[in-house]
């Protein structure tokens, strides 16, 4: 996102199985650096449908507000999505 929030690209910059995914918060933060990003939102999907994230999509959500808090990336949400229901972050998330 831009400065006001306005959408820059929506990309998928990982695919997984159907019980995991390999993320690296590296690859995220030269994105938002590349398209010269001011805010992220990220998302990503629950194969067996109950969106609860768990212990590691919540450790993986810090590390990447954190990493991209160093270069001047606000992450304003992380969603996970699953059978039609969704997980916001945004309440979970500190400043």
């Known amino acids: 996102l831009n400065t006001k929030h306005r959408l820059i690209a929506a990309e998928t910059l990982f695919a997984g199985t159907i019980?995991?995914?390999?993320?690296?918060?590296r690859v995220i933060v030269q994105r938002a650096l590349t398209l010269n990003a001011a805010a992220m939102l990220i998302a990503h999907n629950h194969p067996a449908g109950d969106p609860t994230p768990s212990d590691a999509d919540k450790n993986l959500t810090?590390?990447?507000?954190?990493?991209?808090?160093?270069?001047d990336v606000r992450l304003l949400d992380h969603?996970?999505?699953?059978?039609?229901?969704?997980?916001?972050f945004v309440h979970l998330m500190t400043t």
């Not at 019980?19 to 918060?25: F, K, L, P, Q």
């Not at 810090?62 to 270069?71: H, P, Q, S």
């Open 19 to 25: 019980d995991g995914c390999e993320v690296a918060t």
């Open 79 to 88: 969603i996970v999505i699953g059978a039609g229901k969704w997980f916001s």
């Open 62 to 71: 810090e590390t990447i507000r954190k990493a991209l808090w160093l270069v």
